[in-house]
């Protein structure tokens, strides 16, 4: 299971922007979340994905709670997540090639080179990207290139658990299907749940087995 358990977060204690968000999301689930612009979805992605400590609550990942925060989290849980944020220009290494991008967290697990360059090409060619564009840098490819490397980054790793934060909010319709497309590829093969932002309820419904709002999940 994935538990967010009255999760209160924000970037001034006085004022948080996220108050008592509650959500349970079973093995292999996927749950999307709407909720209108602002209202703190990002907020509570990223507390989801272990980049942001909450101010209070807990996030119980299959019955571990999370005492560690960004590089602070264990290992294990780290890994056990994986994210795609909306602006992939945000998330990527201007510095990096793409094959690189892909690369970072298996480099960060400690995999050696050799092995973090195969895996990354087996993941690099499950989201589309193959030859001459793994070798390009960020501001040499489209946002929708971009994107692909960002989610292969997040599947890198294999996490048993993902989070999608608007990751199709920027993309052309074609491009959203194939990303979705990938995404649910991933989650067939691996058993893995969904956490998947947005604001689109169209989308969400489509992609996801429930689609929850915002006001029923946290205190607004
Ligand atoms: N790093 C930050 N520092 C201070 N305030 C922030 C920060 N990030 C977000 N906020 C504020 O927190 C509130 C919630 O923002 P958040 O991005 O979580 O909402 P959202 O629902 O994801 O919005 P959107 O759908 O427009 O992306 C906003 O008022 C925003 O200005």
Redesign the pocket.
Known sequence: MFELRDVTA???RREP??RGASLTIAPGEAVGLL????????????VAALLHRPAAGQVVIDGEAVNGWRHAAPRGLRTAVGVVF?QPRLSADPRLRLREVIAEPLRAAGRSRADAADRALETAEAVGLTGELLGRRPHEVSDGQLQRACLARALVLRPRWLVC??MT?MLDASTTAALVHVVEDYRREHGAGLLA???DRVLLDRWCDRTVE?SRIART
Do not use: F, M, R
Request: a negative charge; aromatic letters at 8%.
């Open positions: 924000g970037y001034d922007v996220v909720g209108p612009s602002g209202c703190g979805k990002s907020t509570l992605a990223k909306q934060d608007e909010a932002v947005g604001h915002w």
